[in-house]
T-cell receptor
Framework: AQKITQTQPGMFVQEKEAVTLDCTYD???????LFWYKQPSSGEMIFLIYQGSYDQQNATEGRYSLNFQKARKSANLVISASQLGDSAMYFC??????????FGQGTILTVHP | DAGVIQSPRHEVTEMGQEVTLRCKPI?????LFWYRQTMMRGLELLIY????????DSGMPEDRFSAKMPNASFSTLKIQPSEPRDSAVYFCASSTSWEGSYEQYFGPGTRLTVT
């Protein structure tokens, strides 16, 4: 079984600044994937970025990057150049196969103008 | 691609009534998932299917809940009888095993209110 922990219930950032959202995971499986999803106030779940446990480099997708530190079991999401539209709930999730994903409790990000 | 389609988007029903939620996964995806999201419990996996076969239904709360996937392009989640504590947003998601990563693509959700 996998456990995902997001310790920041809420985060604030100034527009155009970078922000890091924390995620730690706990699994005994050698092969796993880590995901970040965004849920804006409209309610849909939007896939942002994926990191596989065997990937040599940190994943990046546009302004999103994943700071993957295997020894610390952390998979933090970094959003560069924050925009007002980035204000949303962000979920970290982990899974060890094509099946189950375990989601964290989420972090609410508020971007101030 | 149209993405994952769910219907209805909103459902208001009275306690004791049967509720059926519907989902059409992305074409070609062989995994389908049903989730429930509440403020108290967060996002919970209820059940998932692979190639139309239920693989894990350990998250289904009780016998009042049932899910089917009669073909690759359609799934239902049924609650009978419904109770006020079933009020939540229900998401359907799909994914494919044909790609290196296995991110799940979510539908817009069905907001269920049981009065």
């Amino acid at each position: 079984a996998q456990k995902i922990t997001q310790t920041q219930p809420g985060m604030f950032v100034q527009e155009k600044e970078a922000v890091t959202l924390d995620c730690t995971y706990d699994t005994s499986d050698p092969s796993y994937g880590l995901f970040w999803y965004k849920q804006p106030s409209s309610g849909e779940m939007i896939f942002l970025i994926y990191q596989g446990s065997y990937d040599q480099q940190n994943a990046t997708e546009g302004r999103y990057s994943l700071n993957f530190q295997k020894a610390r079991k952390s998979a933090n999401l970094v959003i560069s150049a924050s925009q007002l539209g980035d204000s949303a709930m962000y979920f970290c999730a982990g899974g060890t196969s094509y099946g189950k994903l375990t989601f964290g409790q989420g972090t609410i990000l508020t971007v101030h103008p | 691609d149209a993405g994952v389609i769910q219907s209805p988007r909103h459902e208001v029903t009275e306690m004791g009534q049967e509720v059926t939620l519907r989902c059409k996964p992305i074409s070609g995806h062989d995994y389908l998932f049903w989730y429930r999201q509440t403020m108290m419990r967060g996002l919970e996996l209820l059940i998932y299917f692979n190639n139309n076969v239920p693989i894990d239904d350990s998250g289904m709360p009780e016998d009042r809940f049932s899910a089917k996937m009669p073909n690759a392009s359609f799934s239902t989640l049924k609650i009978q009888p419904s109770e006020p504590r079933d009020s939540a947003v229900y998401f359907c998601a799909s994914s494919t095993s044909w790609e290196g990563s296995y991110e799940q693509y979510f539908g817009p959700g069905t907001r269920l209110t049981v009065t």
